[in-house]
């Protein structure tokens, strides 16, 4: 955490294109891996050409409802095949496989690197994609006369992506959640520029596909009203593609919540203790307490929150350090878990170099290090506890078991979470592929293709097997576990993990584990560095339910499917 001021700064900028006047307010309010923060802009030398006015797309007509999408998907494959090379491109993409829609539509697999750069038909693919999201459905409410087309903003927003520079102006324009980035707006402070949500009090209204606050507010003004669609007891709701109307948004001291009545705020403001009031976080200098007693304390102010370590504010590391998120870094990416500088999208003509990928080689025996992690992890948890003492916390069930999937590594664990209420309908399903011996212990994460087919996996009799293509791989997500005197201690590494729920640009885990519980901290972060969901007081804390399995009665269940 790098501090809310710093983070509004960096979105600020970027939606300037890097106009260097910092930010004087304190205003409360999407990047790719390696996407740099405003400090590397200076340091980080021109890596390609500049796509000018030579470029058909700076000098065409103005852009209409019409020619939007086309014109979008040609200048974004102009800039990827310009600046990218294909792992670049598997990062950029990311965000189209995991969109539910686009999966939906049977398009997630028409992306890299499930199609190598050098066979993808780029603006094809990406036209038919952007038709469903983010776009299409703005264009459709445009169509409908209930959000306003704004030309000029619209231009601009291609004038910055036609004209980028390879590398740091590159990243910026392609992932620039207000003008073409895929990933949905921060939040209603921060819109789609060319798009102009106008409906008032008393209109009717749809809810919208880019991101959790569109789908609340839909084509209402947002700093006015939200979009109520009554349900059947005559209550408003959040139903999908249902017209609704219009209605007040919360002002300060106004109530909000879901319950008993559903009341939300106009965007900018907070739904706090039921009442709507101004977003604030205390801001904390270098060597203040941050977390202490799993509750974060405030804001670091140009340095980072030490979660797993101090506790305190500490000092943001140079190129060269060890990390575990890029909030550490002052160049803001972490690699590999060191601090580098960032790279995304600054190797002109790689685009059309063959696609390499290296082949799964199993293990020829399950290493001590992974075997003990898996035994850790392996059993049901709750957080029942914990939701019990502090209502901000969910009670939530973790069940975790031993599955035979051998095209996916020799020890490999099926994990699912639920709401306590509702053990029937998880929210969250994962294969964890776990390796490695020594100082580190992977755990590669892998999501179901079809999430309904593996519910209650784990109140099977049997050992389940998964076969090949059940699972897709959620590239850039793997967790890092470091042995401590009493278990493993780790995360994810950097803003490698890509989400867009609730317009998040990527995702980041903090994972402790031992024989007795298990604390998860899950949280999306926007382009901006803000955090848009997950626990923010601190992790999520699962207590073992079952009885922890013998080292040895481990092993040998792990053999038996082997």
């Known amino acids: 955490?790098?501090?809310?001021?710093?983070?509004?700064?960096?979105?600020?900028?970027?939606?300037?294109?890097?106009?260097?006047?910092?930010?004087?307010?304190?205003?409360?309010?999407?990047?790719?891996?390696?996407?740099?923060?405003?400090?590397?802009?200076?340091?980080?030398?021109?890596?390609?050409?500049?796509?000018?006015?030579?470029?058909?797309?700076?000098?065409?007509?103005?852009?209409?409802?019409?020619?939007?999408?086309?014109?979008?998907?040609?200048?974004?494959?102009?800039?990827?095949?310009?600046?990218?090379?294909?792992?670049?491109?598997?990062?950029?993409?990311?965000?189209?496989?995991?969109?539910?829609?686009?999966?939906?539509?049977?398009?997630?697999?028409?992306?890299?690197?499930?199609?190598?750069?050098?066979?993808?038909?780029?603006?094809?693919?990406?036209?038919?994609?952007?038709?469903?999201?983010?776009?299409?459905?703005?264009?459709?409410?445009?169509?409908?006369?209930?959000?306003?087309?704004?030309?000029?903003?619209?231009?601009?927003?291609?004038?910055?992506?036609?004209?980028?520079?390879?590398?740091?102006?590159?990243?910026?324009?392609?992932?620039?959640?207000?003008?073409?980035?895929?990933?949905?707006?921060?939040?209603?402070?921060?819109?789609?520029?060319?798009?102009?949500?106008?409906?008032?009090?008393?209109?009717?209204?749809?809810?919208?596909?880019?991101?959790?606050?569109?789908?609340?507010?839909?084509?209402?003004?947002?700093?006015?009203?939200?979009?109520?669609?009554?349900?059947?007891?005559?209550?408003?709701?959040?139903?999908?593609?249902?017209?609704?109307?219009?209605?007040?948004?919360?002002?300060?001291?106004?109530?909000?919540?879901?319950?008993?009545?559903?009341?939300?705020?106009?965007?900018?403001?907070?739904?706090?203790?039921?009442?709507?009031?101004?977003?604030?976080?205390?801001?904390?200098?270098?060597?203040?307490?941050c977390y202490e007693n799993f509750e974060l304390k405030g804001d670091c102010e140009d340095s980072f929150c030490d979660l797993f370590g101090t506790g305190r504010c500490e000092s943001l590391k140079p190129n060269g350090d060890a990390c575990l998120s890029p909030d550490e870094c002052i160049a803001g990416a972490c690699t590999a878990g060191v601090c580098a500088q960032p790279s995304f999208c600054s190797t002109p003509g790689a685009w059309s170099e063959p696609q390499t990928t290296e082949p799964v080689v199993p293990a020829s025996k399950i290493e001590a290090g992974a075997l003990e992690v898996a035994r850790l992890l392996e059993g049901k948890f709750s957080s029942l506890a914990q939701s019990q003492t502090d209502p901000t916390y969910f009670n939530i069930h973790l069940s975790s078991c031993l599955v035979n999937a051998p095209g996916y590594g020799n020890l490999v664990l099926y994990v699912e979470q639920a709401s306590g209420d509702n053990l029937n309908q998880p929210y969250r399903q994962r294969l964890y592929v776990i390796t490695g011996d020594g100082a580190t212990v992977q755990s590669e994460i892998w999501a179901p293709v079809n999430a309904m087919a593996w519910v209650g996996t784990c109140n099977k009799a049997e050992t389940v097997t998964v076969s090949d293509g059940d699972f897709s791989?959620?590239?850039?997500?793997?967790?890092?576990?470091?042995?401590?005197?009493?278990?493993?201690?780790?995360?994810?590494?950097?803003?490698?993990?890509?989400s867009t729920l609730a317009g998040a640009s990527y995702a980041t885990s903090k994972v402790t584990l031992d024989a007795s519980l298990l604390l998860s901290w899950d949280q999306g972060f926007n382009s901006g560095g803000i955090q848009v969901w997950g626990a923010t007081a601190g992790p999520y804390r699962f207590d073992r339910l079952t009885s922890i399995v013998s080292s040895a009665d481990w092993a040998a269940k792990v053999a038996s499917v082997e």
């Not at 601009?156 to 520079?165: D, F, G, R, T, Y």
């Not at 300060?252 to 203790?273: A, H, I, N």
């Not at 791989?473 to 890509?498: F, H, I, N």
């Open 473 to 498: 791989l959620r590239a850039g997500c793997d967790v890092y576990l470091q042995a401590d005197d009493s278990g493993y201690v780790g995360g994810t590494e950097g803003d490698q993990c890509k």
């Open 1 to 289: 955490m790098q501090g809310m001021q710093r983070s509004l700064c960096l979105q600020v900028l970027v939606i300037a294109a890097i106009a260097m006047n910092g930010c004087a307010d304190n205003t409360s309010a999407d990047p790719a891996p390696n996407a740099p923060s405003m400090t590397d802009t200076v340091e980080m030398a021109d890596a390609g050409t500049m796509n000018d006015s030579s470029n058909p797309d700076v000098n065409a007509a103005p852009l209409t409802p019409d020619t939007l999408i086309a014109r979008v998907a040609t200048a974004v494959c102009e800039q990827l095949e310009s600046c990218c090379n294909a792992a670049d491109a598997d990062t950029y993409f990311t965000t189209l496989r995991d969109n539910v829609m686009i999966q939906e539509a049977g398009l997630a697999t028409t992306f890299p690197p499930n199609v190598p750069t050098t066979d993808f038909d780029c603006v094809s693919a990406l036209t038919t994609a952007l038709e469903i999201a983010p776009f299409g459905p703005w264009v459709k409410a445009v169509e409908d006369g209930r959000v306003q087309f704004d030309q000029t903003e619209a231009d601009a927003c291609m004038k910055e992506l036609a004209s980028a520079e390879c590398g740091v102006d590159a990243t910026i324009a392609l992932f620039d959640s207000q003008c073409y980035g895929l990933l949905p707006p921060a939040s209603g402070l921060y819109p789609r520029r060319m798009f102009q949500r106008t409906s008032k009090i008393g209109d009717t209204c749809m809810p919208l596909t880019d991101g959790v606050g569109a789908a609340i507010y839909g084509t209402c003004d947002p700093a006015t009203g939200w979009c109520c669609r009554k349900d059947e007891t005559g209550a408003c709701g959040l139903s999908e593609n249902t017209e609704g109307v219009c209605v007040a948004a919360g002002s300060v001291g106004e109530s909000c919540g879901l319950m008993p009545t559903m009341q939300f705020c106009k965007t900018g403001l907070d739904c706090g203790q039921a009442v709507c009031e101004e977003m604030s976080f205390e801001a904390l200098s270098l060597g203040d307490t």
